[in-house]
C-alpha cells in the first residue's frame, strides 16, 4: 500500500494491535521529526525554560491544538525548536514579534506542504522514492530542506532590498502601487465545473500573474483563491503589469480561461509581515470588485500619475460609491493608440 523512503506498509497490523497505516504514519514521524524519546508538553517547556502560557501561545501561532497534560507526543525537534526560539526571546526579540514570525512563517509552511502531499509523484520523491536507475546518489528530503532554507534567505533579501527601494524618508507607510487582479466568474464557475478544471484554472491564473509581475519588477504579495494581491514601486510599473496581465489571460479565453479584472490604486501603505495594510490596499479591492470583465480600473492618483505617459490612455468614468470609501472618481486604463 505504502512504500516511501524505506518505510513500507503490508496491510498485516503488529503485535501490539497497531494497524498498518498508524505504522507508517509512525515512520513518517520519525524520518520527518526524529526518531528516539517523545516528550509532555510540560517536559519541553522546562528544557527551553519557559513558561506555559507563552508557549501555548507560540504552539497556537504554528497552527496546532494545544496538547493534553502529561501526553508524551512532542519530539527531539519540537524541544529543539522551542528551545531556539526561547533564546532568540532572550537575546531581545519581543513576544509578539516571534509569535507574528512563527505565524506568518507556520502559514507559509502549510501552504508548501499541502502543495507537496497532493501531488504523489513529489511527495514520493520528497520522501525518497527516487528513480533507482540514477547514477547520482541524492537525500531528497536532505534535498528539499536546503531548497526551503535558500528560498527563505532569497525571499528575506528581497524583501530588504524592496522595502529599501521602496521606503522614503517613513520606513512604515512607503508609497506604493496596489493591484487586485481576480479570475470574472470564479464563484459560479466552481459550482459548475469539474475539480480539475478549477484546479487547472486556477493553476494557469497562478502561473501567469507570478510570471507577469516578477517580469513587470513588482511583488506577488499572495494568491487568495481566484484573486491575486500585487505590489508595484511606480504607477507606470504597475500600469504595465495591469495591461500585460489583462491581455495574456484574455488571450486564454478561446481555451475557457473567463478572463481577469484588475484594480489598481497608489498611496502610503503599511507593510508587515510579507502583507500590506491601508486604505490604498482597500481602494484597491474595491476597484477590481467594480471593474467589468477584461478592464482595468485605477484610482485618481494613478490616472495623474500616467497622464502624460504616452504609453497609457485612461477615460474618467463616473464617479461611483465603493463599500466604505464613499463616491469615488474611477477611471478605465488602457494602453495608448499607436
Avoid at 148 to 171: C, E, F, H, P
Avoid at 222 to 231: C, E, N, P, Y
Wanted: charged share 25%; net charge negative; proline share 4%.
Amino acid at each position: 500500500m505504502w512504500q516511501v523512503g524505506g518505510l513500507q506498509d503490508d496491510e498485516s497490523g503488529d503485535a501490539n494491535g497497531a494497524s498498518s497505516t498508524e505504522r507508517w504514519l509512525r515512520g513518517i514521524e520519525t524520518l520527518l521529526l526524529g526518531g528516539g524519546e517523545r516528550f509532555t508538553a510540560e517536559e519541553v517547556r522546562a528544557a527551553a525554560g519557559v513558561d506555559e502560557e507563552w508557549s501555548q501561545r507560540l504552539w497556537r501561532a504554528i497552527g496546532f491544538p494545544e496538547i493534553p497534560p502529561g501526553v508524551r507526543a512532542l519530539t527531539p525537534a519540537d524541544r529543539e525548536a522551542l528551545t531556539q526560539v526561547a533564546a532568540l526571546r532572550r537575546a531581545g526579540l519581543g513576544d509578539d514579534d516571534l509569535v507574528n514570525v512563527t505565524r506568518t512563517a507556520s502559514l507559509a509552511m502549510a501552504r508548501i506542504a499541502d502543495a507537496v502531499t497532493a501531488e504523489s509523484t513529489v511527495w514520493a520523491n520528497v520522501m525518497g522514492a527516487t528513480d533507482e536507475s540514477s547514477s547520482e546518489h541524492v537525500d531528497p528530503l536532505a534535498t528539499f530542506d536546503s531548497l526551503l532554507s535558500y528560498l527563505s534567505r532569497r525571499q528575506l533579501l528581497a524583501a530588504v532590498l524592496w522595502r529599501t527601494a521602496a521606503t522614503g524618508d517613513d520606513l512604515d507607510w512607503p508609497n506604493l502601487a496596489v493591484g487586485f487582479a481576480d479570475i470574472v466568474g470564479y464563484t459560479e464557475l466552481s459550482q459548475q465545473l469539474p475539480g480539475d478544471d478549477i484546479a487547472a484554472l486556477v493553476g494557469r491564473f497562478d502561473s501567469v500573474t507570478s510570471d507577469v509581475v516578477a517580469d513587470g519588477g513588482g511583488r506577488t504579495v499572495k494568491m487568495i483563491g481566484d484573486a491575486v494581491l500585487f505590489t508595484a514601486e511606480t504607477s507606470a510599473g504597475a500600469c504595465e503589469i495591469a495591461l500585460t496581465l489583462s491581455a495574456r489571460l484574455h488571450a486564454d479565453r478561446d481555451a475557457g480561461f473567463p478572463g481577469i479584472r484588475v484594480g489598481l490604486a497608489w498611496g502610503p501603505v503599511l507593510a508587515r509581515f510579507g502583507d500590506v495594510y491601508g486604505p490604498v490596499v482597500n481602494l484597491a479591492s474595491r476597484l477590481v470588485a467594480a471593474a467589468r470583465p477584461g478592464t482595468v480600473l485605477v484610482g485618481a492618483e494613478i490616472a495623474a500619475f500616467v497622464s502624460d505617459d504616452e504609453r497609457f490612455a485612461t477615460r474618467p468614468l463616473r464617479a461611483r460609491r465603493l463599500k466604505g470609501l464613499g463616491r469615488v472618481q474611477l477611471h478605465a486604463l488602457r494602453r495608448a493608440d499607436p
